[in-house]
């Protein structure tokens, strides 16, 4: 067999072409299919072991036919299959989950060419000659959570080339011709809800809109990849790729020699992660601060910049919204000292706030983090304290009641030293928490340590009959107290009827 890896980087498994091909065929379907329906139905030139359909390099200029309706991953890759049309799969794949078709010299892609795979998962694409993304191409895999599109031609995106992408996590389209960043797949979050990781490196991109950028949530921010493209140098984006390497992220770390920029003045990129104090940029690390207040809150958000002599200041709200002028709109107001005051804290205006402060000699942005809590301040957070002071009293209460049933100080437990004989060690036994009536009645004068039993009939424990009574036996005289005869009803417990011996 010949061995082929998926691009995602994992080993796959592929069974090679030929006679050691068809035997292997042979030996893993024999036992689980019907004779002839999985191997009689393969198709010429590819390898077919249980679900999986194979024909990597196999010379096809177009996709096989008839495909078994049970395939759940078909392998195309290294062929020259050119065009995929609406009918390479007249009929309903509903089993296939992953698509390779990589290396190909694929140039066109219908858009109703996935409408008969409406479970694919996994669709690779890369390594082709695509040069745009139609409207709607990958509307019908609602399902698709990893999608590969790097090293192709792509100049061209359309706005609505993934919708419906409900599912999608992974995003590849590095080694492209993208010149515009496509910033609508991620500023409102509601076009690609699951993704990711995004890879736009090595592109043709010049810009980046840092301040939105800034606005993305955590999981997809820290991995989104730039390496590679020809970027202008400016202190926004050093400052974003500065704060991804103090936060040790590996879209920055691992690829910090690909991160460069084209300075003016300079015959040749730069590092974008050189620019700090470097003329005549001369940008400086952005500062981080955390804020955290309660819904309804008023803040102030301060912009405590090191500039001298600046001359302009604006505030970029988590949602990419400039607040440029004093008085602003909304809920946001810029002030005169240069701070952002907040009024009514809602849930959506949590997130990254950004000052930029322009100067004569240095550029600073300040960073604030504001947390806003999904309550207020004398809300359901007072019910809470409530509810946990209750808790720990309820607690208490229980520890006190197993103090006072299990540690009460015995009785005499530790008069060793008297001459007073000790009382009869049964009585305690013989007793029950749960019987009104006493097994034996007290002893009279001068009879200490004896113990007489009711004369006549009695109503022993748990309401049981006892007839005559347990026999007297003389007393014994000594230091020991008398030793009495055991009575089987008396000691019997208190839950069950039958009785114990001691």
């Given at each position: 067999p010949h061995p082929h890896r998926d691009p995602t980087g994992q080993g796959v498994p592929m069974a090679g072409t030929g006679a050691p091909g068809l035997l292997l065929c042979v030996a893993l379907v024999a036992a689980v299919a019907p004779r002839g329906t999985w191997c009689g139905s393969c198709p010429p030139r590819c390898v077919c072991a249980s679900n999986i359909l194979s024909c990597s390099q196999a010379v096809l200029s177009a996709v096989p036919a008839p495909l078994p309706r049970f395939t759940a991953v078909l392998d195309l890759s290294h062929n020259n299959v050119s065009r995929l049309r609406a009918d390479w799969a007249p009929g309903r794949l509903a089993h296939l989950h992953a698509l390779l078709l990589s290396h190909n010299g694929l140039s066109f892609v219908s858009t109703e060419a996935f409408t008969h795979v409406p479970h694919l998962r996994h669709l690779d694409l890369s390594s082709n000659r695509l040069r745009t993304l139609e409207e709607n191409l990958f509307s019908d895999l609602t399902e698709l959570e990893v999608l590969l599109l790097y090293n192709n031609e792509i100049s061209t995106v359309d706005r609505t080339?993934?919708?419906?992408?409900?599912?999608?996590?992974?995003?590849?389209?590095?080694?492209?011709?993208?010149?515009?960043?496509?910033?609508?797949l991620l500023r409102d979050g509601s076009r690609l809800p699951q993704l990711a990781l995004l890879d736009l490196s090595a592109n043709r991109l010049r810009h980046v809109p840092v301040g939105e950028l800034q606005a993305l949530p955590a999981w997809l921010r820290d991995r989104l990849y730039l390496h590679g493209n020809p970027l202008v140098c400016d202190c926004p984006l050093f400052q974003l790729m500065a704060?991804?390497?103090?936060?040790?992220l590996s879209a920055v770390?691992?690829?910090?020699?690909?991160?460069?920029?084209?300075?003016?003045?300079?015959?040749?990129?730069?590092?974008?992660?050189?620019?700090?104090?470097?003329?005549?940029?001369?940008?400086?690390?952005?500062?981080?601060?955390?804020?955290?207040?309660?819904?309804?809150?008023?803040?102030?958000?301060?912009?405590?910049?090191?500039?001298?002599?600046?001359?302009?200041?604006?505030?970029?709200?988590?949602?990419?919204?400039?607040?440029?002028?004093?008085g602003g709109n909304g809920s946001a107001a810029l002030l005169g000292n240069g701070s952002l005051q907040l009024r009514a804290l809602r849930p959506e205006d949590a997130g990254t706030y950004a000052c930029w402060v322009a100067g004569p000699l240095l550029n600073e942005t300040l960073y604030v983090e504001l947390l806003v809590h999904n309550f207020?301040?004398?809300?359901?957070?007072?019910?809470?304290?409530?509810?946990?002071?209750?808790?720990?009293?309820?607690?208490?209460?229980?520890?006190?009641?197993?103090?006072?049933?299990?540690?009460?100080?015995?009785?005499?437990?530790?008069?060793?030293?008297?001459?007073?004989?000790?009382?009869?060690?049964?009585?305690?036994?013989?007793?029950?928490?749960?019987?009104?009536?006493?097994?034996?009645?007290?002893?009279?004068?001068?009879?200490?340590?004896?113990?007489?039993?009711?004369?006549?009939?009695?109503?022993?424990?748990?309401g049981r009959f006892k007839a005559g009574g347990t026999p007297q036996v003389p007393p014994r005289h000594g230091p020991r107290a008398q030793r009495k005869v055991s009575d089987p009803d008396s000691v019997s417990s208190v839950f069950s009827d039958t009785p114990i011996v001691v």
């Open positions: 080339a993934f919708e419906n992408l409900n599912r999608l996590r992974k995003l590849y389209l590095g080694q492209n011709r993208i010149s515009r960043f496509p910033l609508e704060r991804g390497r103090r936060r040790r770390v691992d690829f910090q020699e690909e991160l460069r920029c084209a300075l003016p003045s300079a015959p040749a990129p730069v590092g974008i992660l050189a620019l700090a104090g470097r003329a005549p940029l001369n940008c400086s690390e952005a500062r981080e601060a955390v804020l955290e207040a309660h819904l309804g809150d008023t803040v102030t958000l301060s912009c405590d910049t090191r500039v001298r002599g600046e001359r302009s200041r604006h505030w970029v709200t988590p949602g990419g919204e400039r607040v440029l002028q004093e207020t301040l004398h809300g359901p957070h007072d019910t809470l304290n409530t509810a946990y002071t209750t808790l720990v009293g309820c607690i208490l209460s229980v520890v006190l009641v197993l103090i006072y049933l299990y540690l009460t100080p015995c009785r005499c437990c530790c008069c060793r030293g008297t001459d007073k004989a000790p009382p009869p060690r049964d009585d305690s036994i013989n007793s029950s928490v749960l019987s009104a009536t006493p097994n034996h009645a007290a002893g009279g004068a001068g009879e200490t340590g004896r113990s007489r039993s009711a004369s006549g009939a009695s109503v022993g424990q748990n």
